[in-house]
């Protein structure tokens, strides 16, 4: 069975630029999450989607903001970029039942860097 | 608001010796905690979890109890190998794992 699938793995981009990444869960999986890593303020949720709705929403300004398809794959976007929003951006997807059985697969991430 | 806090790392310790990573929290309700292990360049692997006090979690070779009283998931290895080398990460969520709320990551070497 396939993992989670990131793309692009790596982005370089310049303040006020916009980027968006996307997300593959493994099949049959219907919850999305997405999540933030730096290394000043570690790993923090943004947000996470469950048939094609957000479902939850961290503490991350409106530039941040995501969608899912009907087919569970999913973006996000950063539009407005700012030099602190270069970070590591992991993808995590489960079944989203909501079981306690339930386990998160991360994807290997997308490494954005704004300059 | 739920925290996660663990010990600063690096660790460093020689093969086959005994690890621990401290995992404290603080929580409103009654959360399940997890460790996850990321290798370099990689994402998050889920190690182990436990969904109610008192519940072990374990997964190669690697255990943790979870401790209402003490508010703690201690991470816990009685023989470590090099290629445990990795960054762990204490996490706790209300909603079987979604919307994880992560402890700042400790660094492990392992030195043959």
């Known amino acids: 069975k396939a993992g989670v699938t990131q793309t692009p793995r790596y982005l370089i981009k310049t303040r006020g630029q916009q980027v968006t990444l996307s997300c593959s869960p493994i099949?049959?999986?219907?919850?999305v999450s997405w999540y933030q890593q730096t290394p000043g303020q570690g790993l923090q949720f943004l947000f996470e989607?469950?048939?094609?709705?957000?479902?939850n929403k961290g503490n991350f300004p409106g530039r941040f903001s995501g969608r899912q398809f009907s087919n569970s794959r999913s973006e996000m976007n950063v539009s407005t970029l700012e030099l602190g929003d270069s970070a590591l951006y992991l993808c995590?997807?489960?079944?989203?039942?909501?079981?306690?059985?339930?386990?998160?697969?991360f994807g290997p991430g997308t490494r954005l860097t704004v300059l | 608001g739920d925290s996660v806090t663990q010990m600063e790392g690096p660790v460093t310790l020689s093969e086959e010796a005994f690890l621990t990573i401290n995992c404290t929290y603080t929580?409103?309700?009654?959360?399940?905690l997890f460790w996850y292990v990321q290798y370099p360049g990689e994402g998050l692997q889920l190690l182990l979890k436990?969904?109610?006090?008192?519940d072990k979690g374990s997964n190669k070779g690697f255990e943790a109890t979870y401790r209402k009283e003490t508010t703690s998931f201690h991470l816990e290895k009685g023989s470590v190998q090099v290629s445990d080398s990795a960054v762990y990460f204490c996490?706790?969520?209300?909603?079987?794992?979604?919307?994880?709320?992560f402890g700042g990551g400790t660094r492990l070497m392992v030195k043959p």
């Open positions: 995590a997807s489960s079944l989203g039942a909501g079981r306690s059985t339930d386990t998160q697969y």
């Open positions: 099949s049959g999986h219907r919850s």
């Open positions: 989607y469950f048939s094609e709705t957000q479902r």
């Open positions: 929580a409103t309700g009654y959360p399940s």
């Open positions: 436990a969904t109610k006090a008192d």
């Open positions: 996490a706790l969520s209300y909603n079987a794992g979604n919307m994880l709320t």
